[in-house]
């Protein structure tokens, strides 16, 4: 038999193996249907000559299906599940848990490493911090970050700390530390912290760690897929509707994936829209709800999406954990408006004359056409940054209920830096106040304003108005019920 694959082989096997990450709702039928079709374990005698040919017979069949259906080489590398408080994980081989919490005293603190968790993704540490209490060193900078030691040497940086405080538990800290992944195997580390808190005033902490495979902890939540995951194109599905007139265009809320907690259930997803003009740096979700069958508000709090999800150019992820199971169903994950920054840009010119000073106020009402909105420019003024040669000019702006601010710039700003520049100073802008009753609106002026180093504010000056802001009112809403709730 010859022994060695043909070139044209190889270079299949290699398309199939480079092809991108599987549709998640593709992962979740896969993996049911591999369940459902698992034959009952028998044991038969083969001999040698037969079973090489069944081996050959079955690897012929993968290649066959990986040939025609890529989806399934894709759908076996990725299944993920959910672990309260740390989040999505990516399960498999990589996938290990703290064995048990451990803890250290010092300096009459006391920190406990209550949960751990590593995947091929990341490294995840949760961690208790009893006692605390801000020292005067606090007030120097102590930029070390945390790190997590292998004994092989290998030595992973935090790529995050974030700490928060629950009211109930008086003066505990808890602080989520999260590094890149942990080499594939290792189960024994150390954390070392070179200042708890980043307060110099606690130095040199340092506390093993021991994990061990999260299989068979019971740690780990099944994720479902969803049957709304199915479009690959960010278009509305049956689960999804839209609003008239929309923006940006296609805007759709669509739910990919459940999983059943103690006490709830954590729902995710994706906003998603097709015009591909807006990014997902445009679009805030000014005002959503949760609603069970009845339109009465269910309890729920964001949590962290996967954070190995593309989201894409045009979506946005979301995870919402909702509180409780005995709930009138099904509920409704409902968008009643967002805001969206417009590509769109306007001009205007003002001349504020050869000698302006700060402090002056002009009163001019321009308008000007932006995006299909008219914004009034009512007043411009002078003002001073933070030292005497920053200066810059502030705007008082405003437009009809939709549009909730703008930013306004020098297309051709003359700097002076004759004296030297040591940079740029203030800046900002403001918005106006906005309410929450089903659609998000504008009810007042806005204002932008900018002071920089060096500018001069004399003679003739075109201005674009850019980054408008608009409110865009829905609703829209997905909905979803769990099959036995």
Known sequence: MNEHVSPEFEARLHDLLAAPDADPA????????????????????????????VALALALLAIGLL?????????????L?????????????????????????????????????ADSQRTVLLARIGGYTRTGAAAQTCTDMPRLESADGTVQKATSVNRSQDEQSGSDIFVRYEFQPMPAGTLDV???????????????????????????????????ELPTALPTEPVATAASTSSAESAPAGFA?????????ADGYVLSGVYQWN????????????????????????????????????????????????????????????????????PEQGTFQFDAGANPQPGQT????????????????????LSAGRTPTQLGFDFTMTSDPAVAGATVTDANPVIDCKSGCGGGGGGGGGGADVGVSGFDQATGPFYYGAAIEGYSPAGPKTFIISDMSVFFKGPWQASWQPSHP
């Open 362 to 381: 002009w009163n001019v009402n321009i308008d000007v056409p932006v995006a299909g909105h008219v914004i009034r420019v009512e007043t411009i003024g």
């Open 253 to 261: 809320v669509v739910l990919k994936s459940a999983a059943e907690l």
């Open 275 to 342: 015009d591909a003009r807006i990014d997902k740096s445009a679009v805030v979700i000014s005002h959503m709800s949760i609603v069970d069958a009845n339109g009465q508000d269910v309890s729920f709090q964001e949590v962290g999406t996967d954070p190995a999800a593309d989201a894409g150019p045009q979506q946005i992820p979301f995870a919402y954990q909702v509180t409780g199971k005995e709930l009138a169903w099904p509920l409704k994950v409902i968008v009643y408006s967002i805001s969206v920054v417009q």
């Open 26 to 53: 593709f992962v979740g039928r896969l993996r049911s249907q591999l369940i459902q079709r698992s034959p009952v374990k028998t044991t038969a005698r083969f001999s040698p000559r037969v079973a090489w040919g």
């Open 190 to 224: 150390t954390l070392k912290i070179p200042c708890l808190l980043f307060d110099p005033g606690y130095k040199d902490w340092s506390i093993p760690l021991k994990f061990q495979a999260a299989q068979g902890t019971g740690q780990v939540i099944p994720v479902i």
């Open 67 to 79: 040939a025609f259906s890529p989806q399934i080489a894709r759908a076996m590398r990725r299944l």
């Open 81 to 117: 599940g959910y672990i309260p408080n740390v989040g999505y994980v990516e399960q498999g081989p990589a996938l290990r848990v703290l064995s048990a919490p451990a803890s250290i005293q010092k300096q009459g603190l006391a920190l406990t490493l209550e949960q751990g968790v």
